[in-house]
């Protein structure tokens, strides 16, 4: 059984669900997550390494992000843990500092989302590399979104998502009308903006991503400046809104490969993106189902497996090797 350690931080985030879900999908992993924070100064430091004890113990485990397994590793003790060891990683910002390549030094497994990501690692790590690019739930996306005419934005308003390219989109175009569908926008210094303009609605997201969350839409746009997915392209995708417009980072190029979809890629100029939303409605007919139908093969359950199966091909090699 593998068992995910996870960053205290990515409980309420959309990591921690996409966890949950391979949790739920399979029965490859630990039933329960354990959430591994930075060692304390106060009295809780032995908490927190009796956390790290039962974490040794176990022979897989997989880190979720760079976090967590940095915060493993503090401990000189652990840095020699006998079982295999996988770091999920979706993107990177800048460099690598010594630390980060330290981490990637001592996994056994990593797995990412896009052919860019493992292009970026091949030669940082003696992990073998494994691409498993995403999953979605197809329950989720049983049907079609009802196709309106509202271009849909989904994510929270951090830099590098570039939310401003969308709020100067929502000014530049009051008779477009657009949905932003996120977390935490409330509190971010755009809420007053978007406020002031009645060509947006704002859904806040409670839970996973879904169908209803985008009937009404037709356009689905991903302005950001890096990532590891985006998952929510995945599910527009499986929610039927295709072709679909966005920056060209994360496993953007291999989900539009896998659809079979073309390559329209924005910039940050809101009349650019809008000349090629304009040239999409033209051209557009019904949705395309082909590209539906092959993203919704790409669920959690043949998630897990693929990484499932690298665990025990790696445990197998080590046996043999013994």
């Known amino acids: 059984m593998i068992l995910q350690v996870l960053d205290s931080s990515h409980a309420d985030w959309v990591q921690g669900g996409t966890f949950q879900d391979l949790r739920n999908a399979s029965t490859y992993f630990e039933r329960s997550a354990m959430y591994l924070s930075p060692p304390p100064k106060n009295f809780s430091a032995l908490t927190w390494g009796s956390k790290l004890v039962r974490i040794s113990k176990k022979q897989d ?3 979720s992000s760079m976090t967590p397994a940095q915060n493993f590793f503090r401990v000189k003790d652990f840095m ?20 980060e390549l330290s981490i990637l030094q001592k996994m056994d497994l990593v797995f990412v989302h896009s052919w860019a990501a493992e292009e970026l690692l ?58 932003i569908v996120g977390k935490n926008w409330e ?23 879904a169908s209803s969350h985008l009937d009404g839409c037709d356009i689905f746009l991903m302005t950001s400046r890096i990532e590891g997915g985006p998952m929510p392209l ?35 100029s809101p009349s650019g993106i809008f000349s090629e939303i304009s040239k ?43």
């Open 80 to 99: 020699n843990h006998s079982g295999t060891l996988g770091l999920w990683f979706t993107h990177k910002d800048g460099s690598f500092s010594r630390k």
């Open 187 to 209: 509190n971010s210094m755009y809420w007053p903006t978007l406020n002031l303009h009645q060509n947006v609605e704002y859904v806040e997201l409670t839970g996973p991503l």
């Open 122 to 179: 091949k030669n940082l790590t003696p992990a073998r590399i494994v691409r498993t690019v995403g999953g979605i739930d197809p329950v989720r996306f049983s049907r079609p979104a009802i196709r309106g005419k509202r271009i849909v934005w989904v994510g929270t308003p951090v830099n590098r998502k570039r939310p401003e390219v969308l709020i100067e989109m929502i000014q530049k175009f009051p008779e477009e009308n657009f949905r």
């Open 234 to 268: 995945m599910e527009s995708v499986a929610a039927g809104l295709s072709p679909v417009i966005t920056t060209k980072t994360g496993f953007t190029e291999d989900i539009l490969q896998i659809c079979g979809m073309p390559e329209i890629y924005s910039g940050v």
């Open 61 to 63: 485990i997989l880190f």
């Open 280 to 322: 999409i409605r033209k051209q557009m007919k019904a949705f395309n189902e082909r590209s539906r139908l092959s993203i919704l093969e790409y669920s959690f359950d043949k998630q897990a497996r693929i990484i499932a199966e690298a665990f025990q091909e790696s445990n197998s090699q080590e046996c043999a090797a013994k």
